[in-house]
């Protein structure tokens, strides 16, 4: 079972609210909801970055000397 732990941020006000009134309306919590965007996000940032990684060796240049090293 994975232990869960206190993650305490600040976030304005208005944000706060929003979260209230999404949360009360569709009966969500407010914990799955905020755990759930958290996930989300970071799953997307990483995708950003995978893709920025594999542009850049897609079409970044190489020495002769790294593709040779990379044949041995």
């Known amino acids: 079972m994975k232990k869960n732990e206190v993650f305490a941020t600040k976030i304005p006000g208005e944000l706060k609210r929003q979260i209230s009134l999404v949360c009360e309306s569709l009966g969500l919590k407010k914990n799955f909801v905020v755990e759930e965007a958290i996930r989300e ?4 940032l990483m ?3 995978d893709l920025r990684q594999a542009v850049k060796e897609a079409t970044g240049f190489h020495s002769w000397d790294s593709v040779k090293k990379g044949l041995k």
């Open 41 to 44: 996000k970071l799953e997307d």
């Open 47 to 49: 995708d950003a970055h």
